[in-house]
C-alpha cells in the first residue's frame, strides 16, 4: 500500500493536517504503508492529498482511507465499546466543524502567515511552472470553503467571521483539553482513530512557526494537549521503527536515537563551521571538489 | 454576527426578563417549509418549552429575508431578533435561563460535541435529500420553496437556492456522494445517537438539554414527514430507543398540541 501526501517539516512526517491524521493512523494500527511525498513532482497539482494506492484502487479523504484500513483489518479502534465509538463520531465532527475552518484561515487565508510561512513552504516544494499555481490553488479552496459554509448572509465579509471563526476554535481547543484530562489517549491507554484526527489537526498548529497567531498561543497554554501532540511524535515518529513496540523501551531507544543525532548534527555543523572558515575570503585557499557532508546537508545557502 | 454585536446584545438581553410577546418566526407552515428549516423550527420551540418560556410561533412567508442571519427559525424578543438554536441558546442563557448549567466540563464537552455530529450529519443529509436529489428537489423542494411566488420569480428562486446548497455541498465535500451513502452516514450517526442514549430517558441523566431539543426536532420532522422516499425514516425506525425518546419528548412537551 503507498500512501501519497506532502513531505515533512518543523519536526512532524507531514505538514498537511488530513495526511497526518492517516500517518497517525498508520502508525496507531500497525498498517504497513509506504509513504511517498508528491513534493517536487508533477503530483503536487493532480494529486488530491492524501491519497492511499492499494493495488487497482485509490482512496482520498482522511475518513474513507481509515474505513478501507479497518476493512482491511488495520483497525485501532478494536477494543473500543460502542459508546466510546459514538463518542469518536461526536468529536470527530466536532474538530471538523470548530477547529478546521480555524486551521485553514491561519494557514492560508491570514496574509502575514500566507506570505511568510505557508506560500514560501509550499511553492518550494513544487517543481518549476507549479510553484505559481499550487499554493494559489489552495489557498482559494480554503477561503470558498470558509466563505461557504460559515459565511452566511451576502452581506458578511471573511472580516466579520474571523472573530467569531477563532472564539469557536478556542472553545473547541478547551472542550477537547477537558475531555483528554490527564490522560495519554482519549481512550484508555493505547490511541484510536479519534486521537489520530485530533493529532493531525493540532500538530501542524503547534509545531509551525507561525508569526501571527493567537490560536497557536493558545493552544501552547493548553498543557495537557501539547503533552499529548508531543507523546505521540516521540512514541510512534521519533525511531526508525515502525508499528507500536513496548513504550518503555522505545522511549530509551528513542532517547538514544536523539542523542546521536544531536552528536551527528554537533560535527556536521563543526565541519561546516571549519569549511566556512577555510572558505573566508582573508585565508582564500581553493576547494576544488564539494565535500560529501555538506553535499548530504543539500541546503544551498553560501557561507 | 460579529462578537462585538454577540456580547452587545447578551448585555442588552440580561437586562430585560422574557416578554410575553416573544414570537417564533417561520416559513409557511403547510406550502412553503422544507424538511431542514421545519427541523430547526421544531429544535427551536423544544428547547423554549423545555425552559418554560412561552412563545407565539407566526409564518411568514419571507421569514428567510427576515432573519438577521439568512436562516430560520428566528425569535423576536422584546427589540432584539436572534436567530438559529445556537445564538438563542446564549441568549436565553444571558436571560438566566439555561438547561445545561448542571452539567461539568466533561459533559458540557461530550453536548457540544454530539450537537456538532447532528449538525454535521443529519443536517447536512436533510439538505442533501432535499436539493442534491433530483427526483426529490423536482417534486417537492422546488414547488414548495416558490409557493408563495408568482411566476418568474418562483423559478428563479428556487433555482437559485438550489445552486447555493449544491455549491454549500461540495464546498464540504458532499457533492461527490451518492444517495446510497448519504442514507449509510445517516444510519451510522443514528447508531451513535442511540448508544449515547441508551436507556436514559434523555441524554444527560434525567433532564433534558439543548441536545435533547435538536435531535427530537431532526428526527421527528424525519420520521413524520413525506418524501418521495421513506429512506431515511426507516433507518431511523431501526433504533428502537429514539423512537421511544422521541414519543416521550412528543408527550411531555407537546401534548396540548396533540390532544
Known amino acids: ?303 | 454576527m460579529s462578537l462585538a454585536a454577540e456580547a452587545f446584545v447578551s448585555q442588552i438581553a440580561a437586562v430585560e426578563p422574557w416578554p410575553e410577546n416573544a414570537t417564533l418566526y417561520q416559513p409557511l407552515k403547510d406550502d412553503q417549509i422544507l424538511l431542514s428549516d421545519c427541523a430547526s423550527s421544531l429544535a427551536v420551540q423544544t428547547y423554549l418549552r423545555m425552559c418554560g418560556l412561552p412563545v407565539q410561533v407566526a409564518c411568514k412567508a419571507n421569514a428567510e429575508y427576515m432573519s438577521p442571519s439568512g436562516k430560520v427559525p428566528f425569535v423576536h424578543v422584546g427589540n432584539q431578533v436572534v436567530s438559529e438554536l445556537g445564538p438563542i441558546v446564549q441568549f436565553t442563557k444571558a436571560k438566566g435561563h439555561s438547561l445545561s448549567d448542571g452539567l461539568d466540563d466533561v459533559q458540557r464537552a461530550e453536548m457540544k460535541a454530539y450537537m456538532e455530529l447532528v449538525h454535521n450529519m443529519l443536517l447536512t443529509a436533510e439538505l442533501y435529500v432535499q436539493w442534491c436529489d433530483d427526483s426529490t428537489a423536482a417534486e417537492i423542494s422546488r414547488p414548495r420553496y416558490s409557493s408563495p411566488y408568482s411566476w418568474p420569480l418562483n423559478h428563479i428562486l428556487a433555482y437559485q437556492k438550489q445552486w447555493d446548497v449544491r455549491r454549500k455541498m461540495k464546498a464540504i465535500g458532499w457533492g461527490g456522494k451518492c444517495l446510497e451513502q448519504v442514507y449509510e452516514d445517516v444510519s451510522q450517526c443514528c447508531q451513535a445517537l442511540s448508544q449515547r442514549l441508551g436507556t436514559q430517558p434523555y441524554f444527560f441523566n434525567k433532564h433534558p438539554t439543548e441536545l435533547d431539543a435538536l435531535v427530537f426536532g431532526h428526527l421527528f420532522t424525519i420520521l413524520t414527514t413525506q418524501l418521495t422516499s421513506s429512506e431515511l425514516a426507516e433507518r431511523i425506525k431501526r433504533c428502537s430507543n429514539l423512537l421511544a425518546f422521541c414519543k416521550h419528548i412528543e408527550h411531555t412537551y407537546f401534548k396540548d398540541k396533540s390532544a
Request: charged letters at 20%; aromatic letters at 10%.
Open chain 1, 1 to 303: 500500500m503507498e500512501l501519497r501526501c506532502w513531505g515533512g517539516d518543523w519536526g512532524l512526517p507531514s505538514v498537511h493536517a488530513e495526511s497526518l491524521v492517516v500517518l497517525a493512523y498508520c502508525k496507531f494500527s500497525g498498517a504497513n504503508v509506504t509513504v511517498s511525498p508528491i513534493d517536487w513532482t508533477w503530483r503536487t497539482l493532480t494529486v488530491t492529498t492524501p491519497e492511499l494506492v492499494c493495488g487497482d484502487s485509490t482512496v482520498t479523504e482522511p475518513a474513507d482511507i481509515l474505513n478501507f484500513l479497518r476493512k482491511q483489518r488495520f483497525n485501532a479502534d478494536y477494543e473500543l465499546t460502542a459508546r466510546q465509538g459514538a463518542d469518536t463520531m461526536a468529536y470527530v465532527a466536532l474538530v471538523e466543524e470548530k477547529l478546521r475552518p480555524a486551521l485553514l484561515h491561519t494557514f492560508w487565508v491570514d496574509a502575514e502567515n500566507y506570505a511568510n510561512l505557508t506560500r514560501p513552504w509550499f511553492a518550494s516544494r513544487s517543481p518549476f511552472p507549479l510553484n505559481f499555481l499550487v499554493p494559489s490553488r489552495h489557498a482559494n479552496n480554503a477561503l470558498c470553503r470558509i466563505l461557504l459554509s460559515k459565511v452566511e448572509s451576502p452581506l458578511y465579509s471573511i472580516t466579520e467571521v474571523e472573530g467569531k471563526l477563532y472564539s469557536d476554535a478556542k472553545e473547541c481547543l478547551n472542550l477537547l483539553s477537558h475531555r483528554l484530562g490527564g490522560d495519554h489517549y482519549f481512550f484508555g491507554n493505547s490511541p484510536s482513530s479519534l486521537d489520530a484526527f485530533v493529532f493531525g489537526f493540532m500538530a501542524p498548529l503547534h509545531k509551525a512557526a507561525l508569526p501571527s497567531c493567537p490560536l497557536q498561543s493558545h493552544l501552547r497554554q493548553l498543557a495537557n494537549l501539547t503533552g499529548f501532540i508531543d507523546n505521540i511524535l516521540a512514541v510512534y515518529f521519533s525511531g526508525s521503527q515502525p508499528g507500536s513496540p513496548v513504550p518503555v523501551q522505545e522511549t530509551v531507544d528513542a532517547n538514544l536515537q536523539k542523542l546521536t543525532q544531536l552528536v551527528n548534527k554537533e560535527s556536521n555543523l563543526i565541519e561546516k563551521m571549519d569549511d566556512n572558515l577555510r572558505s573566508s575570503p582573508q585565508l582564500k585557499p581553493r576547494r576544488p571538489e564539494p565535500k560529501p557532508c555538506l553535499a548530504n546537508e543539500g541546503s544551498s545557502t553560501p557561507a
